[in-house]
């Protein structure tokens, strides 16, 4: 069938599959389908083909999920597959050529719009999961991928749909006429074609620009353990975990010292990820804040090699101080799932998670439904141990090199890397770095880290920042500006390892300019609703 056709296809564009050249061709069958319907059931023959063709594409992409949940893994499909049915809706009526008076360019471009609005909207709906937008086949060509900082990966998806569009469209006057090409209907090819010229060569100058930026220079060790885990389970020990860190880090550092005795090579920071230590934070309301011994120990001994500021994932508990002057955690307070940074003198800032993950980090209506307690122990391998609290700022966390220039380091955890408008609310003028970290150890050696990777190199490209992050199982990296990666791997090429990896990141001064870090998604967003408007005005 053409509509599990475009579904195969969507799905092979991504990673593991990185079919890239099939994201220009992907849709043209389902279009097709579509454009063909007729009658006064047409609108719920299109859903319906459109969302089979949408669990198919996103049954295969998210698959990596039936790791921890299977039945999760089919929900999810279920539930995303009905932003594509609602375009295959619109393809069979409003969109549908033969029952619009708009032209070929215009209703492409519709089509174009109305696909990367539906995007943006699986991107926000129940807090949204908005991975793999047609765009982010554009991973590994960077050519192509500048452009996101325009209007974000929503707009290249409008280039993509559009492209895509035109063919059918042309292909299918060619049928009317007999199989003979007119001047006229070649016109919108070459325009689509010219769309497509004008992006690279667009993305070849921003490169060129990129490159050329005056930068600060930030030196970062990442450290990443490969710890297993069972779902939320991890499967060392406490002591191991510490020891790891502890050991791996040294290691890291005694060799940089050694090859480098003039300390030109020092790191500025050293980075760990997401929860690394087992240990907690308490933090009262007022600022002061103590630490779990265990993570003490862990830390004193890592600072024996020298200076630097400590970046890691922590969890973060509400405290209060008692008549002693100790610090206790509150009753039924607060829980966060936080980045720490410590600075050689041991201050403390934090960042608070915001956007949380349902049924990872917080379970809506878990009070008044217990029964979703039990789901949670069942495919977490752990207790429910109540929900983190989301954050409330936006302000980037000052964190200075060895030099004194202070950077902005703009914090996300876990997935908030592949969430554009949350990234966005961080920019500031002067040097900034995106920090995140992350543990995708949940999903064992699955596609998921290197799918999650693939979403949040975006985010340097967009807001023109660089990005440092660091993960338990991979992928640990930095990425420029233009999204070229430095990637921790084993001698394999694999991510899944045990080691350290020393990147040198050229921060901008300032950063170049991107319309997208200005306006976000609206223009977007404005353009779904306009173009949904204007086909509906220009029905036959």
Same mark, same amino acid.
């Given at each position: 069938m053409a509509v599990v056709a475009s579904g195969l296809m969507t799905a092979a564009v991504f990673v593991p599959f990185d079919q890239t050249w099939l994201v220009w061709v992907s849709l043209v069958p389902m279009l097709a389908v579509m454009w063909s319907l007729e009658g006064r059931r047409a609108g719920w023959k299109g859903f319906g083909l459109g969302w089979l063709a949408g669990v198919v594409a996103f049954g295969i992409q998210f698959s990596w999920l039936s790791v921890v949940s299977p039945l999760g893994a089919v929900v999810l499909a279920i539930y995303l597959a009905v932003y594509p049915a609602i375009f295959g809706w619109f393809c069979a009526t409003w969109g549908n050529p033969s029952k619009s008076r708009l032209g070929c360019l215009s209703l492409a471009l519709v089509h174009g719009a109305v696909w990367a609005g539906l995007e943006l909207l699986r991107g926000w709906v129940f807090t949204g999961f908005g991975w793999n937008g047609l765009g982010v086949a554009f991973h590994e060509t960077p050519v192509m991928a500048q452009a996101t900082d325009l209007f974000g990966v929503s707009g290249l998806s409008v280039l993509i749909v559009f492209v895509q569009s035109v063919l059918v469209q042309s292909m299918s006057r060619m049928v009317s006429n007999?199989?003979?090409?007119?001047? $006229? +209907?070649?016109?919108?090819?070459?325009?689509?074609?010219?769309?497509?010229?004008?992006?690279?060569?667009?993305?070849?100058?921003?490169?060129?620009? !990129?490159?050329?930026?005056?930068?600060?220079?930030?030196? $970062?060790?990442?450290?990443?353990?490969?710890?297993? *885990? +069972?779902?939320?389970?991890?499967?060392?020990?406490?002591?191991?975990?510490? /020891? $790891?860190?502890? !050991?791996? &880090?040294?290691?890291?550092? #005694?060799?940089?010292?050694?090859?480098?005795?003039? %300390?030109?090579?020092?790191?500025?920071?050293?980075?760990?990820?997401?929860?690394?230590?087992?240990?907690?934070?308490?933090? &009262?309301?007022?600022?002061?804040? @103590? /630490?779990? *011994?265990?993570?003490?120990?862990?830390?004193?001994?890592?600072?024996?090699? @020298?200076?630097?500021?400590?970046?890691?994932? &922590?969890? !973060?508990?509400?405290? !209060?101080?008692? #008549?002693? @002057? *100790?610090?206790?955690?509150?009753?039924? %307070?607060?829980?966060?799932?936080?980045?720490?940074? /410590?600075?050689?003198?041991?201050?403390?800032?934090?960042?608070?998670?915001?956007?949380?993950v349902i049924f990872g980090e917080t379970i809506p209506f878990v009070e008044s439904i217990p029964w979703l307690k039990k789901i949670y122990a069942q495919q977490a391998g752990v207790e429910y141990g109540g929900s983190f609290t989301p954050g409330d700022s936006f302000e980037p966390l000052p964190v200075p090199n060895l030099a004194g220039e202070v950077i902005g380091a703009m914090p996300s955890v876990c997935f908030e890397d592949t969430v554009p408008r949350l990234t966005r609310k961080f920019v500031r003028p002067g040097p900034q770095v995106i920090v995140n970290v992350t543990n995708d150890g949940w999903f064992k050696e699955s596609p998921a880290a290197a799918q999650h990777f693939a979403n949040a190199k975006f985010r340097a490209i967009e807001l023109r920042r660089p990005m440092i992050r660091c993960a338990n199982s991979g992928v640990s990296a930095a990425v420029?500006?233009?999204?070229?990666?430095?990637?921790?791997?084993?001698?394999?090429?694999?991510?899944?390892?045990?080691?350290?990896?020393?990147? +040198?990141?050229?921060?901008?001064?300032?950063?170049s300019f991107s319309l997208y870090a200005l306006i976000g998604d609206w223009a977007v967003a404005l353009g779904a609703l306009l173009a949904f408007g204007w086909t509906g005005r220009k029905r036959r």
């Open positions: 007999r199989g003979v090409w007119r001047v $006229a +209907d070649l016109r919108p090819i070459a325009v689509a074609l010219l769309a497509i010229g004008v992006c690279a060569v667009y993305g070849v100058l921003r490169i060129r620009i !990129e490159k050329n930026r005056e930068c600060i220079s930030l030196k $970062a060790l990442l450290v990443q353990i490969n710890i297993p *885990q +069972d779902a939320a389970r991890v499967l060392w020990e406490p002591l191991a975990v510490h /020891m $790891a860190y502890e !050991e791996e &880090t040294l290691k890291a550092l #005694e060799s940089i010292k050694a090859a480098d005795p003039s %300390g030109a090579n020092w790191p500025d920071w050293v980075v760990w990820p997401e929860s690394a230590l087992t240990g907690r934070i308490l933090r &009262t309301n007022d600022g002061d804040w @103590g /630490m779990w *011994q265990e993570n003490i120990e862990t830390i004193s001994q890592v600072r024996k090699a @020298g200076s630097f500021h400590l970046i890691h994932g &922590t969890n !973060e508990l509400e405290a !209060e101080t008692i #008549e002693d @002057g *100790q610090l206790v955690m509150k009753p039924r %307070g607060r829980a966060w799932n936080s980045i720490a940074v /410590m600075s050689p003198k041991d201050e403390l800032q934090t960042y608070r998670k915001k956007h949380l420029d500006t233009t999204g070229k990666a430095q990637v921790l791997v084993d001698a394999k090429g694999s991510h899944f390892t045990r080691g350290s990896l020393r990147v +040198d990141v050229a921060v901008p001064k300032s950063a």
